[in-house]
Each structure stands twice: as structure tokens, then as C-alpha cells.
């Protein structure tokens, strides 16, 4: 028996996503053998290592950019870098067309298209043939479903614009693909609207099979509460916000407790004697993580007037290691410190010892505060919305620092500054900085004109700008014609 579909799936990586198509293709399975035949076999897709690249996004969206050279170096020669221009905002359309040249290749593409195509996909066409228990069987639907849903979700956030009812349904989208796709045919792209659809649709019968553990095996396996957190994070792209704050209270309620950061502070002294609080959790088993999608932090430098939005004392900024810290107390020696090796001095970031993680653009506990917070402002209770916020400030704030917003913030500008600060500091070096402003830049009341100064120039990054719409790398553009731009024309 061969497995066409399962092979189209398997392949689809490296056809579709990079080549676009194809048709000799041999079979997964080799001759006389079977592959994926238990469900124990089709569990172990599912157990592959979750990775992502989001640092791109931290230097257009994110307010930090990711360098370990010099800067400013970098904007006097002509033929910029990729990550130069990015990260100065270069959106004239020479700019634009470079970036689109240089985007050979693209890790976070591949990554999620990877998911669907590798996990997702080939569990759903086998599932159906496979031995093994129904139950099994039923928990192995929900999360390919699961995983579907998500990788498009995030694909969607980087490559096509952001969801706006008026426009959702003509704007062009990506390739959803599902496990029925013929990926030997040159597949179109399918509208915002029809991608957000479908998401939503996988995301509901993963939900309604309810199969999906509680208590996963690994942070890198989705559980109920994951689950429902993707939900919640598609009904938020696609402003359905009493659906979203629905999802998030489910999520809340399956688990997901805050880690108080100042309740577990060490002392550190560095080699200049310079002393500094610090506070890590690794996300691989942290309590208030859902999903690990894990990275190290390092080379992510902030500017001083993004850092000094951050409220002080705010745990994920003041009690994570900062470059800064490693040369408290140094000596006035005339040796640069690395802020200025890099060209940007006074600006900061983290300094990773390669030994915890962090979790880029999982999902976790705190975003379904933020979610509740802004779906309950949508709805015009600042009161409720504030609460929510302060629910999670206290679990970062020390005591002495921390003052309640609910009765103080009472109206509705001043409650989206305070909403969107909260997000800032506590999703800061993550990829949900990126897509959450990209989200709110629909909307005039909640759209953010972001800027940098380097080397005495600022730049600046506008709402409607092209770079919040990445390319699509160029091998795949090349052999597939339909993906073609998703930017404004």
C-alpha cells in the first residue's frame, strides 16, 4: 500500500514551501516496509523540537534590535544589509524590492510550513488506517488539528497584513494548506479571511473532539489550555473579542498560574564587583507556559526611550541579566562597554548565559490577561479591563512599586496607553511585540508610529508601512508565480 498523501505532506516543505511543486516524488514508504501504521508512530511526529526564528520581528516591530556588530557602521555603506535595512525602517520601495532580493531564505516560513506539512498534515491523512487505541486516535486528531491551526495562524502574522473586516475577505493571504492539498499543483493563495477561517474552523473541532491532555508530556506538546489559547489568540486577529476573552477564561481556568518574579530574587556580583537583582524561570517548566517555543536571549539591544517606558521595577525588564549589568562597577578604563561596540551607547538588552530559556512566541498564561483586559476595554469597561492588567502587574512589580490602575485609569485613552505599556514590558523580545502592534495598527485609535535615533538620525516606522508585511523568500516566489507580494501596491 502507498501513502500518497502522506508523502505529498512529508514533502511539503520542501516543494510547495521552496519549490512550489512537483511531480516525481517517491513514496515515503519504502518497499515492502510500512511507516506511520500505529498511533504510536504518528504520536512520535509530534514530539519533533519547536524552534523559531522571530528576531526579524524584534528589528521592525519588536523595539529591539538584534546586532553583534557595529551599527552604525552598517548604515553608511550602500548596499545595506538585510537586518540594516530592517531595523532603519528602510520602506521606500527601492528598499522594499532589496528586501524582498535578499530574503533568500526564511526560518520561521519553513519552521511553521514544516509543522503543518511534517506534523499536522500526516497525522490527519493516517489517523484513519492507523492500529491503535481510539482514544489515542482522538487525542492525535485534536492536536494535528491543533498545531494546523497555530503554524497558519503565525504564518499569517508575518506574511500577510493584518485582519481588517473591510478588506479581510479581497487581501491576499497565504496557503492553507490542509491534508487534502495536491502540492504536485501550483497551489494559489487563499484571501485573509478564507486562512482565518479555516484556522478557526481546525481550531474549533480540535477543541470539540476535546482530546488533547490537560497535562502534557512535554512543554512542546500542546495541552487544553494551549488549545484554547490559540483560539483566543485567532478570535483577537480577527477582532471576535468576546469569542477570544471566552477562550482565554477557558485557558485560565485549565491552568496557568502567574510566577511572582520578586518572591524569588538572587543577588549576583559580576567580575567588576557591580552587584544586580536577578530572576529567571526557565520556559521549558515554567507553571504560567502553555506551549515552549524556546530561545536564548542575546545580541537584542533597546533603545534608552523604549526602556524608559517600562514601569520601573517591571520583573521582565529589571530582573532579567542585562548587558549592563555585566559591567556594573567596571572601571572608567577607556575600554568600550558593548553597547558601544556596537555603536548604539546607552542602549541595553539581554545577556543570556546559555543556560534557561525564554518563550519567543509560545503561549502563556500572560497573554490571556492582556486578551481579557483589551476585549473588556473593546467593550467599555475600563474598570474590569484595569483589573486585569493589575492582576498581572503584581505578579511582576515589587511591592513598594506596584499601585493599582483600576479606579485610577478611568478613561479610554489613557486605558489603551496602559494596556498597550503592559504588553510591551511584559511581551518585550518576544514575536508577540511585533504582532500585537501590527494587529492594532488597523485601528487609528490603537495604531502606533514606532522610531529609533542611531548615530544622531531617526528613523521611523509607520503604521501603514510595508515592512510589517514580510516577503515570502524568493525561492519560493520563483517556482510558484502565485506567491507574489503581499505589501501595498
Known amino acids: 500500500m502507498k501513502f500518497n498523501k502522506i508523502k505529498s505532506c512529508l514533502a511539503v516543505v520542501l516543494t510547495l514551501l521552496l519549490a512550489a511543486g512537483c511531480s516525481d516524488f517517491t513514496d515515503i514508504q519504502p518497499k515492502g516496509k510500512s511507516l506511520l501504521n500505529t498511533v504510536n508512530d504518528l504520536d512520535m511526529?509530534?514530539?519533533?523540537?519547536?524552534?523559531?526564528?522571530?528576531?526579524?520581528?524584534?528589528?521592525?516591530?519588536?523595539?529591539?534590535?538584534?546586532?553583534?556588530?557595529?551599527?552604525?557602521?552598517?548604515?553608511?555603506?550602500?548596499?545595506?544589509?538585510?537586518?540594516?535595512?530592517?531595523?532603519?525602517?528602510?520602506d521606500d520601495d527601492a528598499s522594499i524590492k532589496r528586501i524582498e532580493e535578499l530574503t533568500t531564505s526564511d526560518d520561521y516560513y519553513s519552521t511553521c510550513y514544516s509543522w503543518i506539512g511534517k506534523m499536522a498534515n500526516p497525522i490527519l491523512t493516517q489517523l484513519s488506517v492507523a492500529s491503535g487505541d481510539d482514544t489515542k486516535k482522538n487525542a492525535l486528531r485534536s492536536e494535528a488539528l491543533a498545531w494546523r491551526a497555530y503554524g497558519h495562524y503565525l504564518i499569517l502574522q508575518k506574511f500577510a497584513k493584518a485582519y481588517n473586516p473591510a478588506k479581510a475577505a479581497q487581501d491576499p493571504g497565504v496557503i492553507y494548506l490542509t491534508e487534502d492539498v495536491d502540492i504536485?499543483?501550483?497551489?494559489?493563495?487563499?484571501?485573509?479571511?478564507?486562512?482565518?477561517?479555516?484556522?478557526?474552523?481546525?481550531?474549533?473541532?480540535?477543541?470539540?473532539?476535546?482530546?488533547?491532555?490537560?497535562?502534557?508530556?512535554?512543554?512542546?506538546?500542546?495541552?487544553?489550555?494551549?488549545?484554547?489559547?490559540?483560539?483566543?489568540?485567532?478570535?483577537?486577529?480577527?477582532?471576535?473579542?468576546?469569542?477570544?476573552?471566552?477562550?482565554?477564561?477557558?485557558?485560565?481556568?485549565?491552568?496557568?498560574?502567574?510566577?511572582?518574579?520578586?518572591?524569588?530574587?538572587?543577588?549576583?556580583?559580576?567580575?567588576?564587583?557591580?552587584?544586580?537583582?536577578?530572576?529567571?524561570?526557565?520556559?521549558?517548566?515554567?507553571?504560567?507556559?502553555?506551549?515552549?517555543?524556546p530561545d536564548y536571549f542575546n545580541y537584542l539591544w533597546v533603545d534608552p526611550k523604549d526602556i524608559s517606558q517600562i514601569e520601573p521595577g517591571y520583573a521582565r525588564w529589571y530582573l532579567y541579566p542585562k548587558s549592563s549589568d555585566a559591567y556594573r562597577g567596571k572601571p572608567d578604563d577607556g575600554e568600550p562597554s558593548p553597547d558601544e561596540l556596537v555603536g548604539l551607547p546607552g542602549w541595553d538588552g539581554p545577556l543570556s548565559d546559555y543556560s534557561t530559556h525564554d518563550n519567543i512566541s509560545g503561549l502563556a498564561a500572560p497573554n490571556m490577561y492582556l486578551i481579557i483586559a483589551e476585549a473588556e476595554l473593546r467593550k467599555g469597561d475600563i474598570g474590569e479591563a484595569m483589573h486585569n492588567l493589575d492582576i498581572l502587574r503584581q505578579s511582576r512589580l515589587p511591592e513598594d512599586k506596584y499601585q493599582p490602575l483600576q479606579g485610577v485609569v478611568t478613561t479610554k485613552g489613557e486605558a489603551i496607553k496602559?494596556?498597550?505599556?503592559?504588553?510591551?514590558?511584559?511581551?518585550?523580545?518576544?514575536?508577540?511585540?511585533?504582532?500585537?502592534?501590527?494587529?492594532?495598527?488597523?485601528?487609528?485609535?490603537?495604531?502606533?508610529?514606532?522610531?529609533?535615533?542611531?548615530?544622531?538620525?531617526?528613523?521611523?516606522?509607520e503604521p501603514g508601512s510595508n515592512l510589517w508585511v514580510f516577503p515570502i523568500p524568493k525561492p519560493a516566489r520563483d517556482a510558484n508565480p502565485n506567491l507574489t507580494s503581499n505589501k501595498n501596491k
Open 45 to 90: 511526529l509530534l514530539n519533533q523540537d519547536k524552534a523559531l526564528t522571530v528576531r526579524p520581528l524584534n528589528n521592525v516591530g519588536g523595539s529591539a534590535i538584534f546586532s553583534y556588530d557595529d551599527v552604525t557602521a552598517n548604515f553608511l555603506v550602500e548596499n545595506k544589509s538585510l537586518s540594516t535595512l530592517l531595523f532603519g525602517f528602510f
Open 418 to 461: 496602559k494596556l498597550q505599556q503592559v504588553s510591551f514590558e511584559e511581551l518585550l523580545f518576544t514575536g508577540w511585540t511585533f504582532m500585537q502592534r501590527k494587529r492594532w495598527n488597523t485601528e487609528s485609535e490603537w495604531a502606533t508610529t514606532l522610531s529609533r535615533t542611531i548615530a544622531g538620525v531617526t528613523y521611523t516606522l
Open 184 to 293: 504536485t499543483q501550483l497551489q494559489p493563495k487563499k484571501t485573509v479571511q478564507e486562512c482565518y477561517d479555516l484556522a478557526l474552523k481546525d481550531i474549533n473541532e480540535a477543541i470539540s473532539l476535546d482530546g488533547v491532555p490537560k497535562t502534557p508530556t512535554s512543554k512542546q506538546r500542546l495541552s487544553k489550555a494551549a488549545v484554547y489559547a490559540i483560539k483566543a489568540h485567532i478570535c483577537m486577529a480577527m477582532q471576535k473579542y468576546t469569542e477570544a476573552e471566552d477562550a482565554a477564561k477557558k485557558a485560565l481556568e485549565l491552568g496557568g498560574s502567574l510566577n511572582n518574579y520578586w518572591s524569588n530574587v538572587t543577588t549576583k556580583t559580576n567580575s567588576f564587583g557591580g552587584s544586580y537583582q536577578e530572576s529567571v524561570f526557565e520556559s521549558l517548566s515554567d507553571p504560567e507556559v502553555y506551549l515552549c517555543i
